[in-house]
C-alpha cells in the first residue's frame, strides 16, 4: 500500500511568534506531513461463485475454483492473519511449581543435606566422615560469594551403589551428632521435604497474589481513600519491592514524605534492594514536601550504590528545585542530564521551562522551547500554559497573547486552563473587565468554568472592591451546580471583611464547617486584621483562639496580620505586646513582622523606636530587604532627619540594594516637608537618570515641594510633565496646588485649578473645599472682589448639594473670617452658614460674650490650627 502525503500549511514554530514580538504572526510556513489513516483501507472480499439448487449438474467439465490463497496474497501483506492463539499462560507460581515438580520426579535417591558445617571444612574431610554408612559418590560444599575458600556452612553428600538409599537412612540416623564441634543437621533429600514446600507454596502465593491485587485495586480506584490503601498494603504478609514502590509512591503524591521514608526503610529491613525506581519514588515524596536537602541525601545513597538516575529522577529533582525557586540548582541537574546522552522529553523540558518562569526568566524560557523545537520535541499545551504564566508574572500581555493564538494555530483547542491563564493576567494587570471579557468568550465556546476561574475573577472584583460584583461571581457558582472550595470561601470572607461586615465572615466560617470544608489560616487572618483594624482587639483574639480551636496553628503570617491591624490603628503598645505573645507561642517574628512594627513607629515620626527594631532585625540574622530599608527612611523623614536618611540610602548602595520608586517618594516628600526644592529637584533628575519611572505620588511630593517654596511656576511645569507621561493628577494632586496658590495668596488660581478639576471627572472631598474655602475668605477680608465673592457662594452650594458639612472647629475658623468681611451678615454668612453642623446656634451663644481681642488672637491660631488639619487630611 502506497503512502499518502499530503502539503497541509503549518504555523510557524512557537519560539519564533515569541521572538518576534509581534501579536499576529504573519509568517507561515509549509512542510511535509505525513497523514496515517486511523483504520485500514478496505480491501474488497474475493469473489465466491454462488451454487445453484442442482450443484451436482455443474461438476462436470468443471474448473477447480481459483484458489483463495492465491487471491488473498495482498490482504496478507497489509493486514496477515492473526497467529494462533497461544495457551494461556499460568501464573508465575504455577509454573514455578511445575518446575519444582520436575525437580522431585527427578530426584535421585540416596542423596542427603548436611548442615551447620564449620566453615573451613573441606570435602575430603566430610567424605571421610560419612563414608562408615556406605560408598560415597561425591560430596557438594555450598561456596561464599566472597571469592575465598570458606563454604557457606552447608552442603549435598551422595551415596552410589544398590545401597545407596539405605546407607542415607543410615547416615540420617547421625542427625545432632557433634562434628568438629558443630551440632550436624542431617536430612534426606529424596524431595518429601520439596513435596511439602511445593504444598505450602501453593497456598501461599494465592493469599499473596490476592492480597496484592486487591492492594493495586484500591490504590487504583479509592486513591482518595487513604486508610483504605494502608489497610490493603498491610494485608500482604510479604510485600515485593513493586508493591513497596507504589505505596511510596502513594505518599508522594500525598505530599507526606516521612511515611514514604518510613516505607522505604520497611523494605530495606527486609532485605529487599531499592531499585532506581524506588529511589526515585522517594524523591519525588521530597520535592513534592519541598525537601531538597532530602531529595540530594537520596541522590548521594542512589550514587553511592552505583545506582544510575534515571531520566524520571532528574526530572523531579528539577521540578523540585522549580518549586523552591532555586534555578541555579535546576540549571545544573539539567545540563547533568543532556550530558549523559539521555533523550530528553517533553516532560524535563517542561519542568526546567516552569523554573525560568517562575524566576520571570522569560527569555531563557524562550531559548528552551527553540532548544524543544530544534530537537523535534512536540511541545505539549501544558508548555503553552506555562509560558502565558510566566507572561503573566511579568505583565507582558503581548507576549501572552501570542502565545494563546500559537496555541490555537498548533491544533490545540483552549481548555479552561487555557482561558484560566488569560483571565489571570487581566487580573493581575488590573484590567478585570477585559478578564470578564474573556469568560464571556470561554462561555461562547462550551467551556464552563470551574473552581479556579472563579476564584480568579472573584479575587479581581475584590481587589478593586467591587463587592457587588464578587457576591455575584459566588452566586454563579451556587447556580452552576458547583461546591464551593476553601479557596473560593477564603475569597468571599474576605469581600465581607473588606465591606465591614465581620460578622457575616464569621457565619461564613461556620457555613464552610458544615460544608466539611476545614478552615486554614488563611480563612481567619482577614477576619483578625480587619477587627484589629478596627480597634476591636478583644474580638480579634476571640477569633484568635477561634482559629486554634479549629485545629489551625498560629503561624507568623497570623501573628502577622493581628500586628498590622493594630499598627494601621496606631495602637502601638498593642502591637508590641503581640510580639511578646509570639514567643511565648513558641513563633518566631519574621522581618515582615519588625518591618510592620517599624512602618507603625515611622508614621508617628518615632525615628528611636524605628531603629530599634532596625537592630532586631540585624541582630536576629534576618534579611534586610528594601521593605525594611523603606521604613527606616520613612521614620527618619517624617521627623524631618534628612541627613539620616542620607546615610540609610548610602547603606542600601552599599548592600547592593537599588533604590525603587517607593524609596525615591519618601525622599522627595522628606525635602517637601522642608520646602527643599532643590533636593526634592535633584532626587527627580537621579530618577531619571536610574530609569525609574516616577508615578502619581511621586510628582505630588515634588508639586507639594514647589508649593512650599512658593515656585508655582515650577509646580504648573511639574503638571505639564505629568501629562505628557500620560499621568494624571489626581485628587490629591489637585488639593496640593490649590493649597500652593492660596500660599501664594493667589486665590483665583486656585479656584481655577477646582473647576480643572471637576472638568477631569474628579469629585471633591472635603479636604479640597476646606482649602479653596479657608484660601477665598482670606482673600476676601481684604480685597472685596465680585470674582471671589461669586466663588465663596458656589462653593458653598456645592457643598450642600454634596450634603458635606464642616467640623465646629472649622465653621468657628470661618465665622471669625466672616466678621471681617460682613459684621452684621449678609448673603455670603447665609450661604456659608448651610455648611456649618447643626448644633452651630447653641456654640455661638455660648461664645457671644468674647471680645473683639480675643477674636483677633483667635483668628491668628485658627489659621495655624487650619494650616495643621490640613497638612493631616493631605498626609
Not at 500581555?397 to 496555541?407: A, H
Not at 515611622?602 to 530599608?629: H, M, P, Q, R, W
Request: charged share 25%; hydrophobic share 35%; aromatic share 8%.
Amino acid at each position: 500500500m502506497d503512502t499518502i502525503f499530503s502539503l497541509s500549511p503549518s504555523p510557524p514554530p512557537f519560539s519564533a511568534a515569541i521572538h518576534t514580538g509581534n501579536h499576529h504572526s504573519t509568517t507561515v510556513f509549509s512542510s511535509l506531513r505525513k497523514s496515517s489513516s486511523s483504520s485500514p483501507e478496505k480491501i474488497p472480499l474475493p469473489y465466491t461463485p454462488k451454487f445453484t439448487k442442482k450443484p451436482l449438474k455443474h461438476l462436470l467439465n468443471s474448473t477447480a475454483p481459483p484458489s483463495l490463497s492465491n487471491k488473498l496474497w495482498l490482504s496478507k501483506k497489509l493486514s496477515p492473519p492473526p497467529p494462533p492463539t497461544p495457551p494461556p499462560t499460568p501464573p508465575p507460581f504455577l509454573a514455578k511449581n511445575e518446575e519444582m515438580q520436575k525437580r522431585v520426579e527427578n530426584k535421585e535417591k540416596g542423596r542427603i543435606f548436611v548442615g551447620n558445617l564449620p566453615l573451613w571444612i573441606k570435602e575430603e574431610e566430610v567424605a571421610e566422615f560419612f563414608r562408615q554408612f556406605g560408598a560415597i559418590k561425591n560430596v557438594i560444599l555450598i561456596k561464599g560469594n566472597s571469592g575465598n575458600e570458606k563454604n557457606m556452612g552447608f552442603g549435598f553428600l551422595k551415596y552410589e551403589g544398590p545401597i545407596a538409599e539405605k546407607a542415607a537412612m543410615k547416615a540420617v540416623e547421625f542427625d545432632g551428632v557433634e562434628f568438629h564441634g558443630r551440632v550436624l543437621t542431617v536430612k534426606l533429600d529424596d524431595g518429601r521435604r520439596l513435596k511439602e514446600k511445593i504444598e505450602e507454596r501453593n497456598m501461599w502465593h494465592e493469599a499473596m497474589e490476592g492480597s496484592g491485587r486487591d492492594f493495586k485495586k484500591v490504590l487504583e480506584t479509592q486513591p482518595e481513600n487513604w486508610q483504605a490503601v494502608v489497610w490493603a498494603f498491610e494485608r500482604i504478609k510479604k510485600p515485593s519491592r513493586k508493591e513497596f514502590g507504589l505505596m511510596v509512591n502513594y505518599y508522594a503524591r500525598r505530599s507526606d514524605m516521612h511515611r514514604a521514608r518510613e516505607t522505604f526503610e520497611k523494605m530495606c529491613a527486609r532485605g529487599i534492594e531499592p531499585t532506581s525506581h524506588v529511589y526515585t519514588n522517594l524523591i519525588h515524596a521530597y520535592a513534592v514536601g519541598r525537601d531538597m536537602e532530602e531529595a540530594l541525601c537520596c541522590v548521594r545513597k542512589m550514587k553511592d550504590e552505583g545506582i544510575e538516575l534515571s531520566l524520571v529522577t532528574y526530572s523531579i529533582l528539577i521540578g523540585g528545585f522549580a518549586k523552591v525557586g532555586n534555578i541555579e540548582a535546576a540549571e545544573r541537574w539539567f545540563e547533568e542530564a543532556k550530558k549523559r546522552d539521555l533523550t530528553l522529553n517533553a516532560i524535563i523540558y517542561g519542568n526546567i521551562i516552569y523554573a525560568n518562569c517562575q524566576t520571570f526568566n522569560m527569555d531563557r524560557a524562550e531559548e528552551l522551547v527553540r532548544e524543544m523545537e530544534e530537537e523535534d520535541i512536540d511541545a505539549p499545551i501544558d508548555i503553552y500554559h506555562t509560558m502565558m504564566d510566566g507572561y503573566t508574572m511579568i505583565g507582558n500581555e503581548e507576549k501572552c497573547l501570542i502565545v494563546f493564538d500559537r496555541l490555537k494555530e498548533c491544533g490545540f483547542t483552549p481548555s479552561v486552563v487555557s482561558y484560566g491563564c488569560l483571565m489571570n493576567l487581566y487580573i493581575k494587570i488590573g484590567k478585570v473587565s477585559k478578564a470578564f471579557e474573556v469568560s464571556e468568550m470561554m462561555k461562547l465556546a462550551g467551556i464552563k468554568h470551574n473552581m479556579k476561574t472563579y476564584s480568579i475573577l472573584m479575587n479581581g472584583f475584590i481587589n478593586l472592591k467591587d463587592w457587588a460584583n464578587a457576591f455575584a461571581i459566588f452566586e454563579d457558582v451556587i447556580r452552576d451546580g458547583l461546591k464551593p472550595d476553601v479557596v473560593l470561601y477564603n475569597n468571599i470572607i474576605r469581600a465581607f471583611c473588606g465591606m465591614g461586615n465581620l460578622d457575616r465572615a464569621l457565619r461564613i466560617v461556620e457555613e464552610m464547617k458544615k460544608e466539611r470544608h476545614m478552615p486554614n489560616s488563611r480563612t481567619f487572618m482577614p477576619i483578625i486584621h480587619a477587627f484589629a483594624k478596627a480597634g476591636e482587639v478583644r474580638r480579634a483574639l476571640d477569633v484568635f483562639d477561634m482559629m486554634r480551636r479549629s485545629g489551625c496553628i498560629p503561624s507568623v503570617h497570623t501573628f502577622n496580620a493581628l500586628v498590622l491591624g493594630l499598627v494601621e490603628k496606631r495602637q502601638m503598645e498593642k502591637a508590641v505586646q503581640i510580639l511578646d505573645d509570639m514567643l511565648l507561642a513558641g513563633v518566631s517574628p519574621n522581618e515582615y513582622t519588625y518591618t510592620t512594627i517599624m512602618h507603625g513607629y515611622a508614621s508617628l515620626g518615632d525615628i528611636g523606636k524605628a531603629c530599634e527594631y532596625f537592630s532586631k532585625v540585624k541582630n536576629e540574622g534576618l534579611e534586610l530587604d528594601i521593605y525594611t530599608y523603606e521604613a527606616l527612611l520613612k521614620a527618619c523623614c517624617k521627623s524631618g532627619r534628612m541627613q539620616s536618611a542620607l546615610m540609610v540610602t548610602k547603606e542600601m548602595s552599599a548592600k547592593s540594594i537599588p533604590r525603587n520608586t517607593f524609596v525615591y517618594n519618601i525622599l522627595i516628600d522628606g525635602w517637601a516637608r522642608r520646602g527643599d526644592v532643590w533636593e526634592a529637584a535633584d532626587l527627580m533628575q537621579q530618577m531619571r537618570q536610574e530609569g525609574v519611572p516616577p508615578d502619581i505620588h511621586t510628582f505630588t511630593s515634588f508639586i507639594n515641594a514647589c508649593c512650599k517654596a512658593g515656585d508655582m511656576q515650577r509646580a504648573m511645569r511639574a503638571v505639564e510633565e505629568m501629562e505628557t507621561v500620560g499621568i494624571k493628577p489626581n485628587l490629591k494632586t489637585y488639593t496640593t496646588l490649590i493649597h500652593g496658590w492660596a500660599r501664594a495668596s493667589l486665590p483665583e488660581k486656585g479656584l481655577k485649578c477646582f473647576e480643572q478639576m471637576k472638568q477631569s471627572g474628579l469629585k471633591p472631598d472635603k479636604a479640597v473645599y476646606h482649602c479653596l474655602m479657608t484660601s477665598l475668605l482670606s482673600r476676601a477680608a481684604f480685597a472685596d472682589q465680585d470674582y471671589i465673592i461669586t466663588g465663596i457662594q458656589h462653593v458653598c452650594e456645592e457643598m450642600v448639594e454634596s450634603g458635606l458639612t464642616v467640623d465646629m472647629g472649622t465653621a468657628v475658623h470661618w465665622s471669625k473670617c466672616l466678621r471681617k468681611i460682613e459684621r452684621t451678615g449678609g448673603d455670603i454668612t447665609k450661604s456659608l452658614q448651610k455648611t456649618f453642623p447643626p448644633d452651630w446656634g447653641s456654640h455661638r451663644t455660648l461664645n457671644a460674650t468674647s471680645n473683639d481681642n480675643e477674636n483677633e488672637e483667635g483668628s491668628d491660631s485658627g489659621d495655624d490650627e487650619r494650616s495643621s488639619f490640613y497638612e493631616v487630611k493631605k498626609c
